[in-house]
């Protein structure tokens, strides 16, 4: 699946309106309500909410239109904050921390298609990362292959998982049983995989009010496709008022999402978003920080995150080494594959840039073919370590052997190189990510 900054659509919409706002010498009530009414065309292209946009808007426009704002020295700057602000407000207001009272039982529940087997794990594992001792247990009695894929995902995450006896069919007697289990073996948190349907019907609704009721969790999450835009609001508004949800976890925020999930589910069901799954990979997952999101979606970056990811990927030693090689003389082939690699830890390319204040631009085109990827590596594995290390010495004879090692042209070899050289020309002058990003992404290595 393609890549992409979350709501690529509405935010370069939202970026545009509120850049020719800030450009305004003079702030009038036509020039806002002429930026509003693109702003909220954008929300509903978006698939937010028709009520949400339109309550939205008004409580931008009343604060926008005050005598502090219009005759302050920068009132285009002071929109976009407020903007800033109440978008964060939409999207949730302050993070929402997940209940992990004893016994740390967590039910995942949501439609066939959602996510919620891989959430499952990713959540686990998540909470593994903050030191929690979690288990998974397979309910989800109805769908081939469900238990056999929960029993897959648990061992690439490394996480314990209890899975019923074949051909069970009563999914209260299996949640009894996981609890025994979880007991004996002091888990903290238990993450419950659950059926799902196709739409929200009556025996569903059911089996998981029972289900409920038998393990009598802290959370309630529903796993929602962020794609779906207002059918995830509508199945929220069913699952809430039948089995009662604490909160939401957000997957498929990496496509082409429009965002209008994310922008309307706190306002219509009054519960909050708390987890976003980013990627597919099990660690691509994370806490939802509404104002860092609203920073992304309106290009103001998420720098908080991008540290909080670089902490967590990457030894502290290793990047201060690499920085100090970085902008020096010495930086080689070597180094480049190295800081590849780091760089590639932390996620996909288009993403960091995300993350970046000002990078918005950069982002619409920077999507990284996999393949682009792994051939670039191979190109410099394919040098012995005195050509990493000395690129110059690369002669024709060397580079056409490079190519035959790395299965590419002499053509892509030579790119490299050139690259490669531009690339460490620019790091010479950089003292900070924001110019190394952008130094990467205009050397055309990625894209």
């Excluded at 909080?308 to 902008?327: F, G, N, S, V």
């Amino acid at each position: 699946m393609k890549g992409g900054i979350m709501f690529s659509s509405l935010s370069e919409k939202l970026q545009g309106t509120l850049k020719n706002l800030r450009g305004q010498g003079k702030i009038s009530e036509s020039n806002i309500s002429a930026a509003l009414r693109e702003i909220r065309m954008a929300l509903l292209e978006a698939d937010v909410h028709f009520q949400v946009a339109k309550d939205f808007i008004s409580r931008v426009k009343e604060k926008a239109m005050g005598e502090s704002v219009l005759l302050s020295v920068t009132p285009g700057q002071q929109i976009v904050k407020i903007f800033h602000d109440e978008l964060a407000v939409l999207l949730g207001g302050g993070s929402s921390e997940i209940v992990l009272s004893p016994p740390g039982y967590i039910l995942l529940v949501g439609l066939n298609g959602a996510g919620k087997t891989t959430s499952a794990a990713k959540l686990a594992l998540h909470l593994k990362k903050q030191g929690k001792s979690p288990a998974l247990v397979a309910c989800d009695l109805v769908r081939p292959a469900a238990i056999e894929q929960l029993r897959v995902l648990a061992e690439q995450t490394e996480i314990p998982v209890f899975c019923p006896q074949p051909g069970e069919t009563d999914v209260l007697k299996v949640a009894a049983q996981a609890k025994v289990w979880a007991k004996e073996n002091r888990f903290d948190t238990v993450v419950f995989d659950t059926a799902g349907r196709q739409e929200v019907d009556e025996p569903l609704v059911q089996e998981l009010a029972k289900l409920k009721a038998e393990v009598a969790p802290g959370e309630v999450l529903l796993v929602c496709d962020a794609a779906t835009g207002q059918q995830a609001v509508s199945v929220a508004e069913h699952f809430g008022s039948s089995v009662g949800v604490t909160g939401f976890i957000l997957t498929k925020l990496d496509g082409d999402a429009r965002g209008g999930a994310a922008l309307s589910l706190r306002e219509v069901t009054g519960q909050p978003i708390k987890f976003a799954g980013t990627g597919e990979k099990p660690d691509q997952f994370e806490q939802f920080h509404p104002e860092r999101m609203a920073g992304r979606i309106l290009g103001m970056g998420d720098v908080i995150s991008l540290v909080e990811k670089a902490a967590a990927a990457i030894d502290e030693k290793d990047a201060e080494r690499m920085q100090k090689r970085l902008l020096s003389a010495s930086f080689d082939l070597c180094d480049f594959l190295e800081q590849f690699r780091m760089m590639r830890k932390l996620g996909p390319l288009e993403n960091i840039l995300g993350m970046i204040p000002g990078m918005g631009a950069a982002v619409k085109n920077a999507s990284v073919d996999e393949k682009q990827i792994k051939r670039i590596e191979a190109i410099v594995l394919s040098m012995t370590l005195e050509e990493r290390k000395k690129p110059d010495m690369l002669n024709a004879r060397r580079r056409r052997r490079v190519a035959d090692g790395s299965g590419v042209t002499v053509s892509e070899v030579n790119n490299l190189l050139l690259k490669f050289a531009q690339m460490k020309k620019m790091m010479k002058k950089m003292g900070n990510l924001k110019k190394m990003m952008a130094g990467a992404k205009n050397s055309g290595l990625f894209g």
